[in-house]
């Protein structure tokens, strides 16, 4: 039980310092949007690598922030039922929504290796193969140079 408690500390801790993290990301984010936006309207000019980064900082920062929020349990919920339950049943709700979570990002594990094959076949570079020319079909151009 000692190496678990030991366990949890340091997952904690490293929480802790992701969520600092995540923090100086929605300050860096903060800056390259007002940047982006003083440039486009004041300049009237924008690049498209500065919308980029922004999409890609708001994505590290849902993904860093996502842990230490649950730490703190800090995530929004919809406190029609919640607060009126129990300790327990607060325990519950979290359990389900966390649960729910966690599948949906099992799933989506799972299908990396199918989209990475994909991916590596360059399905925009890939001419299709004619119906006819397909081993197994049968048609009269394909029937015609068999019994040649």
Known sequence: MAILLAVVRWIDRLNGWVGKLAGYIALLMVLVVTVDVIMRYAFNTTFVAVQELEWHLFGVLFLLGAGYTLMVDGHV?????????????????????????CCR???????????SSTWRLRPGKVRPIPVDSRP?????????????
């Open 77 to 101: 919920r919809v406190d029609v039922f919640y607060q009126r339950l129990s300790p327990k049943g607060q325990a519950w709700i979290n359990l389900l929504a966390c649960s729910s979570f």
């Open 105 to 115: 990002v099992a799933v989506w594990c799972s299908s990396l290796p199918g989209s």
């Open 136 to 148: 197994g079909t049968c048609s009269s151009s394909s029937s015609r140079s068999a019994s040649r």
